[in-house]
């Protein structure tokens, strides 16, 4: 009888203790959560290591502690990340306020880059309303606060689900806030993603109809915002004159444009681009625009989400990016162009970027989800060359079509429809019975050629392994392998005099068809002047408003977009603000800056010869603030992975509905 009744408090006894571990456990695992979280830690198998975790916790404590203990424990525990999380709601909302997200701005140093973004006429033509931001975020604001004649055109209203009209709208507001005057936006009124089950528009038959896949056939935008041209039937041809049209009419300095990448119009507009521009070359022989390619992509929307970090990163090397988008990799990366954004623009938080608040405005694409990938210290693009003088010149060749081979296009593609169909239907390749494979190039005028850019075919399996370029004055160059990846391959020329003509002879292939996709040459080096400086720190990151090395020490580099003095004292002249503890000097090839702790200065460094200069500020915040910004920046990182962390009303409101 009595072992009867004492078994019943010792079951409950029991039960209690399971229970209060259990619950221990579970906090335990929570709290380890998001401390991965914070700690930028993440994978799949996460949650079912935490669940194990929690079961040998569990288990270890039912083993080894009383449930008087555990209970404490729990109770003390408890009450601790509850206080916690009431301290990090609380900075959470500080950090919203007005005076906290402008102590989070970049300071801008008014930095003199007139030579590369005054006086110029500048137009940006994307396929869709977002990728504007996605190809020039930042760089817009910098044309535009330099007093630029900037064109913004879209290809598509990228109304594939009926949105066309919402996403025009958007465009019109963001510029609208940039103070862009309205008529230097363009629609050219194309459908989303236009073509039938055979072939993308890009593809189709000259003066074949192409319905959109809402219905539309001809271009529109909004009523009190006509397309380019109005009501233009949805053909080929069409596409291809207001592309053109648009072009001759702005007539820019500075071209840029989408790259080839995975979305279908994205290629399209590439490509049509490329062919537009080659016609306008040839037609217009006294007009040759600065051209950049770029991507919308691999660099911006799909890019690595490297934003949160004290100080702004550089645009991530494609090639190294987990999301491989760029088809085929025929740039190399250490041949890209920077441009380097408005300082103003940009921010320790996305909050407080103004980059950002121009994502917002392309709500129909959740554009703002974006930013950590989007916002970075610099815009990259590759030069394409538009002053070659074979652009005017004659071509034969001993078999095949030499006609691509000036015709500015590097890709081609007879249906782009096709995901496993490479681009490389552009290519110059002789017959497999030719014994001679040359290629002729006659020049609308003769000059002394110092330069010569081949590009192979963009297959890996195609390649030329030696050429042999003969001059009309008898000289002869030896090129040996190209590049594989169709990148350009250059060649030095000193031939002495006039060239009027010269040919190129395959030697040595490989693959099943070896060949070309441009050929270029130049009377002049291919060296351009710089139009910018810009001070990097030794990781290639563009500073602007930077913090130091908690040491209050650092060393930097120098970028330019052309070729500039070596860095050492007496081709520069380094200024920096008379602050106790702070000096920047240059030595052994770098730019050495001290800056003591709790202290800022701006620092200038200025090339004696050109005037070239860039100022940034530089800071070395006290522990307290850093542990702030950084705090900040992972509560930010969490509400912007959708962490509920910081949603306690939310989640009551959900759990009381």
Not at 177 to 186: F, I, N, W
Not at 423 to 433: A, C, H, R, V
Not at 472 to 477: A, K, N, Y
Request: net charge negative; aromatic share 10%.
């Amino acid at each position: 009888m009595d072992d009867s009744f004492s078994s019943v408090p010792m079951k409950k006894n029991k039960m209690s203790s399971f229970l209060i571990c259990t619950a221990l456990a579970a906090e335990l695992c929570l709290l380890a959560d998001y401390g991965l979280m914070f700690s930028a830690v993440y994978t799949p198998m996460r949650g079912f290591l935490l669940i194990c975790a929690g079961i040998l916790i569990s288990s270890v404590l039912l083993v080894q502690w009383n449930s008087k203990a555990a209970g404490w424990l729990l109770i003390v525990l408890t009450a601790a990340v509850c206080a916690v999380c009431v301290c990090l709601q609380l900075f959470y909302q500080k950090s919203q306020s007005d005076e906290f997200l402008k102590n989070m701005k970049y300071h801008e140093t008014n930095s003199e880059k007139e030579e590369l973004f005054s006086g110029k006429k500048v137009l940006l033509l994307v396929p869709h309303q977002d990728d504007d931001l996605n190809v020039l975020c930042g760089v817009i604001d910098e044309y535009l606060h330099y007093g630029s004649d900037l064109t913004v055109a879209f290809m598509t209203n990228g109304d594939y689900n009926g949105n066309g009209e919402v996403r025009i709208r958007e465009a019109l507001a963001l510029y609208d806030s940039l103070g862009m005057p309205e008529d230097h936006v363009v629609f050219l009124g194309y459908g989303d993603r236009l073509g039938t089950e055979e072939y993308h528009i890009y593809n189709a038959p000259s003066d074949e109809i192409i319905p959109s896949h809402i219905g539309k056939t001809e271009t529109y935008a909004i009523e009190s915002h006509p397309p380019f041209r109005m009501a233009h039937s949805y053909t080929r041809k069409n596409l291809y004159t207001d592309m053109k049209d648009l072009i001759l009419s702005v007539r820019p300095d500075v071209i840029f444009c989408v790259d080839y990448d995975l979305h279908i119009d994205h290629r399209a507009c590439s490509m049509m681009f490329e062919k537009v521009m080659g016609d306008i070359l040839h037609s217009e022989p006294d007009y040759s625009p600065e051209v950049y390619k770029g991507f919308a992509y691999s660099t911006a929307w799909g890019a690595e989400h490297d934003f949160f970090s004290l100080n702004i990163k550089a645009t991530s090397d494609i090639y190294h990016n987990n999301m491989t988008i760029q088809t085929p990799p025929m740039y190399r990366w250490e041949e890209r162009i920077r441009f380097p954004v408005k300082a103003g623009t940009l921010a320790r938080t996305l909050q407080a970027s103004e980059q950002y608040r121009e994502l917002l405005f392309y709500q129909s694409q959740g554009e703002e989800k974006h930013g950590a990938a989007i916002i970075n210290g610099d815009r990259v693009f590759w030069k394409r060359s538009t002053d070659s003088v074979c652009r005017e010149a004659t071509l034969s060749a001993s078999s095949g079509d030499p006609m691509c081979l000036n015709d500015f296009m590097l890709l081609d593609s007879r249906n782009i429809l096709d995901q496993n169909h490479d681009p490389f239907d552009g290519i110059w390749s002789p017959k497999e019975n030719d014994m001679e494979k040359t290629v002729t190039v006659h020049l609308n005028a003769s000059c002394p050629i110092c330069e010569i850019v081949l590009y192979d075919n963009p297959d890996a399996d195609s390649n030329i392994l030696n050429a042999e370029i003969q001059f009309d004055d008898g000289s002869i160059l030896e090129t040996g392998p190209l590049d594989a990846s169709g990148a350009p391959s250059r060649f030095v020329v000193d031939t002495g005099g006039s060239i009027s003509s010269f040919r190129v002879e395959l030697t040595a292939t490989e693959g099943h068809q070896p060949g070309l996709t441009e050929i270029e040459a130049f009377c002049e080096r291919q060296e351009p002047k710089p139009g910018f400086l810009k001070i990097m720190d030794r990781n290639g990151n563009f500073a602007y408003d930077y913090i130091i090395d908690s040491r209050g020490k650092q060393s930097f580099l120098l970028y330019s977009n052309g070729s500039i003095p070596e860095l050492d004292a007496e081709a520069y002249e380094v200024q920096c603000d008379d602050v106790p503890g702070c000096k920047a000097k240059i030595h052994d090839g770098f730019l050495y800056i001290e800056c003591k702790r709790g202290q800022s200065c701006t620092v200038k460094i200025r090339i004696e010869e050109s005037g070239l200069s860039d100022t940034i500020l530089v800071q070395n915040p006290t522990i307290l603030k850093r542990i702030g910004i950084v705090l900040s920046q992972k509560l930010e990182l969490i509400k912007t992975e959708d962490y509920e962390l910081l949603h306690f009303p939310q989640i009551i409101e959900k759990l009381t509905a």
